[in-house]
């Protein structure tokens, strides 16, 4: 397991030389391994060299890895878009669900956690550069978002999360991950108990996330190679 051992070492080496450039400490930043189409033996791996935080993007998929790898020391994420007939099967299953993005999906997914007797973590992903191709509320609807959030007691909000186009040059994200703290920040200062996350940053540009203010960066192909 040589090569997953080698690429969480640099990885952790990076995200650290990259918090410390940005005047920040370290541990404030949470390493989540995307182990989506890699099956529960990798996963097995990098939990045997210290990661614990794993993300899966489809639910069909998630469910028996965790069940396979139940009583390791691994922590869940739903990073990938969540469908509302998928909500009773994500409420409580998940640490924390990345892809909220709708008030329907806020309500159902509040339906389902009352349900399940839990309350589910979420940041709501915002689709800041405004693809079409990308889910993803637009920035001048987390209005609503935070109206229906405020009649969902059931969903803690932990902050934001997006996903920038796709480029070769990390620096073209830094606008979009500047722009997703300064949301962060103006809905912190108008509700102060909303969360503080940032999930930003992938395999190709998590370092210039980090110093642009991510505390989750999402990184699959580095630790575990090409799918």
Known sequence: MGDIVGNLK??????????????????SVTLV???????????????GA????????????????????????ARWHLIGHLQGNK??????????????????????????????GVKQKILLQINVAGEASKFGAAPDEITSLLDA???APNLIPEGLMTIPPLTDDPEASRPHFK?????LNGVRAKQPSFGSQLSMGMSDDYEVAIEEGATLVRVG??????R
């Open 179 to 183: 722009r997703l703290r300064e949301l």
């Open 87 to 116: 909500a009773r099967q994500a409420a409580g299953r998940f640490e924390l669900i990345h892809s909220v993005d709708s008030p329907e999906l806020i309500r159902e997914l509040d339906k389902r956690a009352a349900a399940a």
């Open 149 to 151: 959030l405020s009649r």
């Open 221 to 226: 192909t580095a630790i575990f190679g090409e």
């Open 50 to 73: 210290g990661q614990a935080v794993f993300g899966e993007n489809r639910i069909q998929e998630a469910l028996p890895k965790i069940e396979a790898l139940a009583g390791l020391n």
């Open 33 to 47: 391994a995307v182990s989506k189409t890699h099956p529960a033996g990798r996963v097995r791996e990098a939990i």
């Open 10 to 27: 640099t990885i952790r080496g990076r995200i650290e030389a990259a918090a410390l450039r940005a005047g920040r400490d370290p541990a």
